[in-house]
């Protein structure tokens, strides 16, 4: 079994697909019932195309001429799982741990961190301007790793941050609470999880995790403080949209990478997607997602929807028919 899988699909004899199906996937992942996706294919490993740069890219950019004229852009918005998890290979990690529901990176994840960020650097067609990440440790480290390879001058044969020049001046970073894991027992094990529901996270601590010269203490956090323990799952998955949504339209003319968890990305793909059914978010999976501005004066903008770009890593099935 991919060691991404956190929910393999079960089969169940003696009723409708749609009922397997959910009744398999439920209630990890998110869900849309409403309307039902058309044309889908399952593309874990989907190319990644853009066809317009970013406001702040050099790449040309287009005029729309009117009474009001504005400038056309194209935001880019990836959202991440973090990688491969200590925990998940060493099990006995969590024995000798002060913080046993917060699990760093295992090299392997730290290594597939950095090169998810080189492949993003060479194929998204716009630089990425600003990096959000859950306060998890997981995720700190994952964004860490994706900023390195997102600053470092191209070149194919470095797969490790350790050895590479960089420019750290390219992008900014901030911690954003509400991108943290689902906070109830159906993501933090049970065995590990703080019988107080304090997780204890200092942000000074978060942040000396990420690298040197890259905060930005200027940016305005959607969340404040972390959800109450035992959050609902749909609570949950709504919570990660409003996230989205809202960073989105705090920099509108800027690229965003979200670093979250695996909950986080499958939701955020089912709700854009209007129906699938989310399995499986390998480790660094993502969506991108893209909408086109237009940027007016005095910092005004007009947006269009958030739609689909391409996505790597997740796998899902279109919601059956009705």
Request: hydrophobic share 40%; glycine share 6%; aromatic share 8%.
């Amino acid at each position: 079994m991919n060691a991404g899988c956190l929910f393999p699909v079960k089969t169940f004899q003696q009723t409708s697909l749609k009922k397997r199906l959910f009744r398999a996937i439920a209630p990890r992942f998110y869900v849309t019932h409403t309307k039902r996706a058309a044309s889908l294919k399952s593309a874990s490993n989907s190319s990644l195309i853009a066809s317009a740069s970013a406001y702040r890219s050099p790449s040309p950019k287009m005029e729309i001429s009117g009474p009001e004229k504005k400038e056309q852009v194209y935001q880019y918005i990836v959202v991440m799982r973090h990688g491969d998890r200590l925990d998940n290979v060493d099990p006995l990690w969590i024995t000798q741990s002060e913080r046993p529901w917060d699990p760093p990176l295992h090299q392997q994840g730290k290594t597939r961190a950095f090169t998810i960020g080189q492949r993003l650097s060479q194929t998204l067609g716009a630089p990425i301007n600003r990096v959000f990440v859950s306060p998890f440790l997981r995720c700190l480290q994952t964004a860490s790793e994706a900023v390195r390879a997102l600053c470092t001058v191209a070149d194919p044969n470095n797969v490790s941050s350790d050895a590479v020049s960089v420019d750290l001046s390219k992008i900014k970073v901030s911690i954003e609470i509400g991108l943290c894991e689902m906070l109830n027992r159906q993501a933090i094990r049970a065995n590990v999880a703080p019988k107080d529901g304090d997780f204890k996270f200092n942000i000074s601590e978060c942040e000396a995790q990420l690298p040197t010269g890259t905060i930005d203490h200027s940016a305005e956090r959607v969340y404040e403080k972390l959800p109450e323990w035992e959050e609902s799952a749909p609570a949950a998955r709504a919570r990660y949209m409003e996230v989205v949504k809202a960073l989105a339209d705090k920099y509108p003319s800027e690229n965003l990478l979200l670093v979250t968890h695996g909950e986080g990305v499958g939701s955020v793909f089912s709700d854009i997607m209007n129906g699938v059914i989310v399995y499986d978010v390998e480790y660094c999976g993502y969506t991108i997602l893209k909408r086109c501005i237009h940027l007016g004066e005095n910092q005004s903008f007009t947006a269009g929807e958030l739609t689909q770009q391409s996505e790597f890593g997740i796998k899902f099935l279109a919601a059956a028919d009705e």
